[in-house]
Structures are given as C-alpha cells and as structure tokens.
C-alpha cells in the first residue's frame, strides 16, 4: 500500500514556475516508479512525467519536455515536478501516482496502483 498526497499547487503567470511535491507514506514506495499526471476539464487524464525507482531514469511527454524536471528522495519518500516556463495549456489538476512496476514500462494511467488526490495548477496567460 502507497499513499499519495500532493502539494505546491496554485495560480502563476504565464512563464512563471511552480513547484509540484508528492509524499508518500507505504513501504512500497521506494521499489516503484512514480509519475505525475494531470488532468484539464474535459479532457482524458495524461502523462507529465515519470521516473524509475532509482531515479535514474526518467521521461516526459513531448508538451513539457525542456520545462518541467521530475525528480525523487526515497529517504524522504518524496517525488518533486519543477515546471518552468509554464503556459496557460498546463493549466489542469496534477496527481501523481505510484506504478506496479520499478521502471518506466508505460505511460498508461491503468497501470498505476495508487493516486494522490490532486492538486490545481491554475497558469493565467
């Protein structure tokens, strides 16, 4: 079992930064790849960002690529999402979540077991 809480969200200026946090509590947490996803009214919920277990690897959809940087602390049991330069088309609620495997097999919001609850990103142009 992994819960997930979110923080960081809020409202920022076109080109501005925000900085996403995610803590986990669940001894699972440091054997899972963890990724950050988010979701704009709608629409189908998508991936931002992933990486490993290890934190060695680590990948992005194509619209942030460049932008955001994701990042993790098993000692802390924290992943991190640093968007910069951020856009009004970022503007959506990001959750991150806990996959069933180590590494970054897929992108697929079906194969992550657990999910915070969400936090607005609100990006005014």
């Known amino acids: 079992q992994v819960q997930l809480v979110e923080s960081g969200g809020g409202l920022v200026q076109a080109g501005g930064s925000l900085r996403l946090s995610c803590t986990a509590s669940?001894?699972?947490?440091?054997?899972?790849?963890m990724g950050w996803f988010r979701q704009a009214p709608g629409k189908e919920r998508e991936f931002v960002a992933g990486?490993?277990?290890?934190?060695?690897?680590?990948n992005y959809a194509d619209s942030v690529k460049g932008r955001f940087t994701v990042s993790r602390d098993n000692v802390k049991n924290t992943v991190n999402l640093q968007m910069n330069s951020l856009k009004s088309e970022d503007t959506a609620v990001y959750y991150c979540?806990?996959?069933?495997?180590?590494?970054?097999?897929?992108?697929?919001?079906?194969?992550?077991?657990?999910w915070g609850q969400g936090t607005q990103v609100t990006v005014s142009s």
């Open positions: 990486i490993s277990w290890s934190g060695d690897d680590t």
């Open positions: 669940g001894r699972a947490f440091s054997r899972s790849a």
């Open positions: 979540a806990a996959s069933r495997f180590r590494g970054l097999e897929s992108t697929a919001p079906h194969l992550y077991d657990y």
